[in-house]
Every structure is written in C-alpha cells, then in structure tokens.
C-alpha cells in the first residue's frame, strides 16, 4: 500500500468516526442509551468493511475465474444493521422506543460506507440531515405533538 493511500485510508477512518460521533453526540444530549460510542463504532465499522471490499475488488479485478463485487459487502453491512437496529426496539407499558434509534443507526451505517466509497460529500450531507431530522424534528414534535396529548386529545 502507499502512503498516499494509507493516508486516505486514516483520512476516511477518522471522517467516518467523527460524522458518527457528531450524530451520537446528538443522542447523548437526548439520554438515549445508543450514544456516542455507538454511532461512531457503526460509521467506523461500516467505513471499513467498505474499504476492504473495494480493495478487495481492486485486488481480483480481472482475474480470470474469479468474480467478485463489491456491493455483496454493502448489503451485508445492511442486513447486520439491521439486526442491531432490532436490538434496539423494545415494546414496553408505554408503547414502543427505540425506533428512531434503529434508524438512526441505519442511517449512520449509510454515512459509513459513503465515506469508505469515497463519498464524502454524501457522507457530510447525510450526517447534517440526519442531526437535523433527530433534533430539528424532534423539537417540532415535542411542541406540536406533545401538547396535543397533554390536552387529552390523545389518537
């Protein structure tokens, strides 16, 4: 490996954690128990399974009697995602939680593997949306939706 290449490769490592860590930070201020570590282990993890699966492509790539491709990677990054995310909902007296932090993992995990494909921009939007979709919407539905229940106009 080159430097140079070893460079982008601590370059996305660290991009990925930090996107991660600016979305769990979000969740800590919230008290959610998925926080900070977990956000920035999923975009770490995730960032570097698709790393290794592009370079794996790129070390088979045209040899004979081996096919390889890479998105096989990425749809197991989803799948595993998704079996966290079911590990976060619980069905409790009070309904259901733990929703939104599937999703957001989900979505962390998407964040991931755009900074390992090298989307950094997609990767810098998607964690911008995704911090303001959990506080920005988050706000609104706790003004809006909230005091509807409170008034006893509960549906």
Known sequence: MEFSETSQIIFQLFL???LGGLIGLEREAKRKEAGLQTYSLV??????FTIISFHLFKLFFGTVGVTYDPAGIISA???GIGFIGAGAIFRQPSGIVGITTAAGLWAAAAIGIAVGADFYLLAILGTFFTILILAGLGLLEEKIFVKKKENG???
Request: hydrophobic letters at 40%.
């Open 77 to 79: 990054i989803t799948i």
């Open 43 to 48: 975009t770490l993890g995730t960032c570097l």
């Open 153 to 155: 106009n509960k549906e």
């Open 16 to 18: 990925a954690t930090l």
